[in-house]
């Protein structure tokens, strides 16, 4: 065994015993970083988790690299060498010049010149990743890239090894017995863990709310200095969370006035230095009240009541809208168009749609009546089309297609009128409780057999103005 396979070998043991120990989640990571660093000789090593949204990585584990380093700001995964999600093994020789660095000035620092990372993978999935750093400009050797993807997968067992003690400690084990046999991990319902050690409960707090809301969040990601001396860094400043969707960083803070002075005194220097940053300084108070503002939370939370969970969140409905407008208008380019909208569940994505396509569209609505017991098929039109629509192309925008005999009845109808073209787009598609078959030319969503409201969608006339779509308890 040469010198490399010893270390190697070592290493292993030292992270089986670390893996397979009491230690905190983000304790036992570190450990393993430094023993993955210290085999292959390197200076530093990080253990990177993807967020629930897959877009950006949080830092859950390192060692040998500086508070400043590790703090430099959100780090994309699309932007940071990407192949590594694409379940590839990056090695890259100099760091500096790679255009897939994302903060070379930061690296420069550091003093770091190659890297080498491997994906960290859970049941076929990319979930995060491991990256080794060197001092020294190194080519990689194929027995170090095995070395790095085995602690990959190690990390990726220890990760689910926690999960499931989560959940057993969350279900109690009378409960378990009840539920179908368990045959193999995948049929757990495991909720990725995000190892994240707040500094403070209410920082835990506002993390699960931000959760709860679909909002993404980073913990901590980026440290500003305020002052230097000589070159040395004398003073820094690390908000507390960071919110990608709308760039916006956010120090918590409690009603004690001497916290409230001093972070009032940070946040305006940042403020000063870096007039590009837009941080807020909240209390509970105003982070509900922001929550509002960014439509995330109605005001008034008796809105709220009996909302289980959010499906999709404003800024996905939103992204979602955006694309399926791309589209529509690319199809329908250099056509005239007339959106049709039976009411009033569609009110939000219509208007929404409409304010995304780029061609020139006309609008109609229909208002029709749905018995009860949709089985006898009483339809009833309440309210038909203004104008005409003989020769013209005709999009059925709907908000949600269930059993399809509303649309099948609508669709019908409308044929008789012979529009140059009839085609269907629909935000939510049931598909699982479809009594008729409908062709559906632009679905947003293909949902569960689940209730939902919200984003125009209603519960006996209730939670039409929730800014996202939800199920209900
Ligand atoms: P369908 O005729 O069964 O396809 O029903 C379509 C209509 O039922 C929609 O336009 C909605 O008004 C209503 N609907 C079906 N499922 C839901 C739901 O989950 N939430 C709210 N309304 C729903």
Not at 93 to 118: F, V
Not at 347 to 368: G, R
Not at 410 to 421: C, E, G, W
Not at 441 to 459: A, K, P
Request: neutral net charge; aromatic residues 8%.
């Amino acid at each position: 065994m040469d010198a490399t396979e010893n270390r190697c070998s070592l290493a292993f043991k030292q992270i089986a015993r670390v893996t397979n120990s009491a230690l905190p989640v983000k304790k036992m990571l570190n450990l393993v970083a430094a023993s993955a660093a210290g085999a292959l000789q390197a200076a530093g090593c990080a253990v990177m988790l993807l967020n629930p949204q897959k877009e950006y990585l949080d830092i859950i584990g390192a060692s040998g690299l500086s508070d400043v380093y590790l703090r430099k700001g959100a780090l994309n995964a699309r932007k940071s060498y990407p192949d590594i999600l694409d379940g590839k093994i990056v090695a890259v020789d100099d760091i500096l010049t790679d255009k897939r660095t994302q903060y070379p000035g930061h690296a420069a620092q550091e003093n770091l010149k190659s890297l080498l990372g491997a994906p960290i993978v859970q049941k076929g999935e990319v979930i995060g990743e491991i990256r080794i750093y060197t001092r020294s400009k190194r080519r990689f050797k194929p027995h170090e890239k095995d070395f790095i993807s085995t602690v990959a997968d190690i990390i990726a067992l220890t990760l689910e090894k926690i999960e499931l003690y989560q959940y057993l400690n969350t279900h109690h084990q009378s409960n378990l017995t009840q539920q179908k046999k368990l045959t193999s991990f995948s049929d757990l319902p495991l909720t990725p863990i995000r190892p994240t050690s707040f500094g403070h409960p209410s920082e835990a707090e506002f993390a699960r709310l931000l959760d709860f809301y679909q909002v993404e969040w980073l913990y901590e990601p980026r440290s500003f200095p305020l002052s230097s001396q000589d070159d040395r860094i004398t003073e820094m400043f690390t908000p507390d969370f960071y919110l990608p969707e709308i760039d916006l960083y956010i120090e918590l803070t409690t009603a004690r006035q001497s916290l409230i002075t001093g972070k009032n005194h940070k946040v305006r220097m940042l403020k000063e230095l870096y007039p590009d940053i837009s941080i807020k300084l909240l209390n509970k108070g105003d982070y509900l009240k922001l929550f509002a503002k960014y439509g995330f939370i109605p005001l008034g939370e008796n809105k709220m009541t009996g909302v289980q969970r959010i499906l999709f969140s404003k800024t996905q409905l939103q992204r979602r809208v955006k694309s399926l407008a791309k589209q529509i208008s690319g199809d329908y380019q250099g056509q005239e168009l007339v959106l049709v909208g039976i009411l009033k569940g569609v009110v939000c994505f219509m208007s929404d749609l409409m304010l995304n396509i780029s061609i020139p569209v006309m609008l109609d609505f229909m208002a029709i009546s749905t018995p009860a017991d949709k089985s006898d098929a009483l339809i009833r039109i309440l309210k038909d089309l203004d104008t005409g629509i003989e020769n013209k192309h005709v999009l059925m925008v709907e908000d949600i297609v269930d059993t399809g005999m509303t649309l099948n009845y609508v669709l019908n109808y409308l044929s008789a009128r012979q529009p140059a073209s009839l085609k269907v787009c629909t935000l939510l598609d049931k598909r699982a409780r479809r009594l008729i078959d409908v062709h559906l030319d632009y679905v947003g969503y293909e949902i569960r057999d689940e209730f939902v409201v919200g984003y125009g969608l209603d519960m006996a006339g209730k939670y039409r103005n929730l800014p996202f779509i939800a199920v209900l308890e």
